[in-house]
């Protein structure tokens, strides 16, 4: 039997060739001191966080047809491209940002999720690749509408209701979450 591994890294910000980043860990929560980028100053925003997925797979062939697989999904916070304002940034905006993080482990743990589920068949790269490409739309949509609906934290009430609805979403997933 031959082995062919394929790796492929697609993130919700940036590259990581080379790139200092943290993994999503549910015993660290991020602090100022993991925000290492330039502030934009052009920007509204108090502070951004810069995560992503990657994702690798690996394959077993035997006489040119698909065997076995396997997967790696991880999440990511990028220190290099995440800022903040210093005046500004206070406990209560460490914790908006931190929500994005945590978001962002809840769309790996749903593309765990969603791996696990799959057979091997002919079309399984194609799967994968498909399966990624949505998951990271999603995550992307719901990044947007986290902030949109939380005006960028500002919305108190609605702030309060995403750290608890997300909460208990990643409790649902716990059996897929980061290790």
């Given amino acids: 039997m031959k082995i062919l591994i394929f790796l492929l890294s697609f993130l919700f910000i940036g590259s990581t060739t080379g790139e200092e980043s943290l993994t999503w860990n549910e015993d660290v929560k991020l602090t100022w001191a993991d925000f290492k980028g330039t502030p934009n100053l052009e920007s509204d925003a108090v502070a951004l966080t810069a995560s992503g997925i990657t994702f690798g797979f690996s394959v077993k062939t035997s006489e040119k047809k698909i065997v076995d697989f396997s997967t790696t999904v991880f999440t990511h916070f990028y ?80 702030q309060k209701e995403w750290d608890i609805n997300i909460q208990k979403e990643l409790n649902k997933l716990d059996a897929f979450k980061s290790i």
Avoid: C
């Fill in 79 to 158: 220190p290099n491209k995440s800022w903040y304002l210093k005046d500004k940034g206070n406990a209560y905006i460490l914790n908006h940002e931190q929500l994005h993080f945590d978001i962002t482990e809840l769309y790996a743990r749903q593309f765990r999720q969603e791996l696990a589920k799959l057979e091997v068949n002919k079309n399984l790269k194609t799967q994968m690749k498909r399966l990624h490409t949505a998951i990271n739309e999603e995550l992307n949509e719901t990044q947007q509408r986290y902030d949109m609906q939380t005006n960028h934290s500002l919305n108190v009430e609605m």
